[in-house]
Every structure is written in structure tokens, then in C-alpha cells.
């Protein structure tokens, strides 16, 4: 269950930056709309460091996998409710 939680977080990260480097390089927009993208892009990612740091030094100690797949699995949950909700 380790590597799961290892390949959860690396995977959300990797699309995190991907996400960043495809606003920064090649997006049609102001510099304005960029740099809002940019910044609620970060924020997010801040959060997704607050979250997976835990998941990340939990997920060695086999008594605190659960709890550190759950931690894993938080943003997925939360953007499949976001979609549900629309």
C-alpha cells in the first residue's frame, strides 16, 4: 500500500505541474487572467503540500496507511463531490 500512496501523490503533483507549465508557457490569455491562474495554481498546490507532506511520512509506518490513503485520496474525493454538486 506504500507505493500506491507514493504513486497517488507523485501523479497529483505531476499533474499540478503540469498544469502550471501549461498556463505559464503557452495559455492564449492577458497577463492578468495568467497571473490569477497562476496564483490560485500555487494556493493549490500550497494546500496539496499540507496534505500529502503527512500522507507522504505516514505512509512508511504500516500501523498509519490507512489514514495516510485517505490523505491521498482527499483531492480526488473533493473534485469528484465538485462535479457531482454541478
Known amino acids: 500500500m506504500r507505493n500506491a500512496i507514493y504513486v497517488l501523490v507523485g501523479v497529483q503533483v505531476a499533474i499540478l505541474v503540469f498544469a502550471l507549465i ?3 508557457a503557452s495559455s492564449g490569455m492577458d497577463a492578468a487572467g495568467r497571473g490569477m491562474a497562476e ?3 500555487v494556493a493549490g498546490g500550497i494546500a496539496m503540500a499540507v496534505i500529502f507532506l503527512p500522507a507522504v ?4 509506518n504500516p500501523r498509519w496507511q490507512k489514514l495516510a490513503l485517505g490523505l ?3 483531492f ?3 473534485i469528484l ?3 457531482a454538486a454541478l
Open 22 to 24: 501549461s498556463t505559464s
Open 39 to 41: 496564483g490560485l495554481l
Open 57 to 60: 511520512l505516514l505512509a512508511g
Open 72 to 74: 491521498a485520496l482527499l
Open 76 to 78: 480526488p474525493a473533493l
Open 81 to 83: 463531490l465538485y462535479l
